[in-house]
């Protein structure tokens, strides 16, 4: 397992704020995340976690600052071409589509491509890293638990053969089983050479898993450091982490 | 890369179990043979062996279900069936879809007409209206195509300034716009001293159709007002090309695209689903057939007149993809033939015959929205999904959307006592 920064920055986010209206959610925040890490994102409910990773992936455009990503600005692009840039995003809340089946999910997480076979290759990939999708494949995605339909979810966002996957809140309302199973696939996919940003609210389960973290807190980065460094200063983790 | 990890033999074994979309297919192609069969026997029923039937049986059949009726029926199921791609496919809750029906309409009014003969305007293509005739005079056929393009067009139109808005604010906005279209046709008499429409003395007649613009007289010959099983027939084929193009286009990546979207948007578009592109093309080709079933109304009523457009048609058609289920097409036809006739044959016969018995003078027909209004409630009530809800709907409904209330059990009845 790998520590530290590992190689060059994949995605780097320089002083971004973000606005819904005329409220800041995210307050000239800078973050970069090397090639082939995991990066936490981790902080109490309301600091602006999910609008960052909504502010990656597309959905919402920062009002001032600049994202980059493979040393490409992406902070204008809509939140379709950046899915094909090589960003996937598994949602808050699961949102996995639930009148269709697994396997419909799965195809819609390969949208952006057109490459039957790889996109077959990634299908059987997935369904090895989450067996228990594989034995549901034609269920309607909606009748399964909220385990399940987390393990969809991030198995769809695999489908669009990301180089940084994007997750948020894989973790919520899952029981702690469940949430180890989360986190042992979450190593597996960056086995396989994805990056990985994760945002978290169970901030001590993230910092197990992750090579550095950062901490925000009401729309401003308050800390950032070595993921392992962090869980290890009692201090840290008393003041943000719930600890 | 995240596949070259994998070891083949490790690979899990792939499902056996069909994919879903074979059975959908398979299950189409079940219902496509059915209503071919209905179709065509319907039709040959009625050419062939009504004649050699009892003359009660005969009566019966004028009384209750004369061609024309099933016609005028065919003309809302092709509007329902492109309605039910902006509702039914994509979730966008559409109230003005009449605009459609008007807009196609009348471009069957400007090109198959006299009417623009007022313009000095003289021009023929393929057409059965005499040669000397002025106006423009196109091929139904080509004024199908055009009706069709001009009102994906104004789809696109309305659906652009729309897309930001959501289910309620959307509806509103489609209100308006199904409001403003009929009103300037009713208005169009003098626009600025060009006459677009003839106001409500409306476009009459219009050039008779043939089957084929050329070729023998039996397929070539101009369709008179009584010819009302080829008639039948030429409308049952655009009905099957619209389902044609609704399960083709359900099951490529735009229908994807509008599964996602109706399912939730906001996953879609992380998926890398377009939402605005993908909308409208929904409005697009929902427009499209909407503008083939105004030249087909305008075809069977033999005239366009603007005083017959109104909103009761948006809900009437909203009707229809809700009871036969939205989503399914087979099932929107079925609640739209099944809508319009009791509209148009079922409550004013029932009328008849009633008020014939018993001596009374009760307005059956003037109750269609109160039969209406009750069968959406109901429908609400006791079986959201619609009379055959589409394939996917089905094993879900089981629970229905409620609302968040009601989904923790909260005890809303305790209020009222």
Redo the contacts between chains.
Sequence with gaps: MSQGAVGEPLLQVDDISVYYGNIAAVKGLSMSVPQGAIVTLIGSNGAGKSTTLRTI?G?LHPKSGRITFEGKEISRS????V??MGI??S?EGR???????V??NL???A??RDDKE?IA??R??V??LF?RL??R??Q?A??MSGGEQQMLAVA???M??PRLLLLDEPSMGLAPVLVDLIFDTIEKIR????TILLVEQNALAALRVADYAYVMESGFLKLQGPARELAEDDEVVRAYLGG | MASTTIDAAATPPTPTAPPSHEVVDRTNRRWALGFAIAALGLWAFYKFALESMPGGVQDAFQTWLPLTAVNEAIVWVICAIGLNIVVGYAGLLDLGFVAFWAIGGYCAGWFMSFFLGQYDITFHFLSAAPPTQSGIHINWWIVLAIAGAVCAFFGILIGAPTLRLKSDYLAIVTLGFGEIIPQVFVNGEDIAGFNLSNGTKGITPLDPITALPVGPEAVSRPLGPFDLETKYLLFALIVAFCVFVSLRIREGRLGRAWLAIREDELAASMMGVPLMRSKLAAYAVGAFMGGLGGVVFAIHVNGVFADRFNFSISIILLAMVVLGGMGNVWGVMIGALGLAWINSTFLPKLGETVNDALDTEINFPSYNFLIFGSILVLMMLFRREGLFPETRTRELVQEPERTELEDMHADLEGDVR
């Design positions: 992936s959905l809509p939140g379709h071409e899915v094909g996937a995003h949602p949102r996995i589509f639930p009148r269709m089946t396997d419909e195809e819609l997480g949208f952006t790889g290759a990634d059987d990939h369904l090895e067996p594989a034995e494949i034609n309607k909606g009748t769809r966002a695999m669009a053969k086995e396989s050479g994805v």
